[in-house]
Nanobody
Framework: QVQLVESGGGLVQAGGSLRLSCVAS????????MGWYRQAPGNTREPVAL???????NYANSVKGRFTISRDNAKNTVYLQMDRLNAEGTAVYFC???????????????WGQGTQVTVST
């Protein structure tokens, strides 16, 4: 079994910063992509920052220049540094990973349980 566990969410004032972490654990042969989505109340889940492979990053236009995604492949961990947060940042943030559990198994997508980020204005 593979688990993704997020941490680092919480309450922050507008203009402040938070750093989210997500650790993948369990039977993992290799991880391809890792990234972050978010879902605000009443909205669909949307991509925030993605790392399709080591050293490659993509960001939603709304967070470019303020959020930074990074990975520690040795620790199967992805981070999301969020700076200059605004009200739009209030959401549940989910990490995801595409991975193989063995060399001869198909790639599967795993999601974390989500961590709440609330930006007060």
């Amino acid at each position: 079994q593979v688990q993704l566990v997020e941490s680092g969410g919480g309450l922050v004032q507008a203009g402040g910063s938070l750093r989210l972490s997500c650790v993948a654990s369990g039977t993992i042969f290799s991880i391809n992509a890792m990234g972050w989505y978010r879902q605000a109340p009443g909205n669909t889940r949307e991509p925030v920052a993605l790392s399709p492979s080591a050293g490659v990053t993509n960001y939603a236009n709304s967070v470019k220049g303020r959020f930074t995604i990074s990975r520690d492949n040795a620790k199967n961990t992805v981070y999301l540094q969020m700076d200059r947060l605004n009200a739009e940042g209030t959401a549940v943030y989910f990490c995801y990973a595409t991975l193989r559990t063995a060399w001869n198994t198909p790639i599967v997508v795993k999601w974390g349980q989500g961590t709440q980020v609330t930006v007060s204005t």
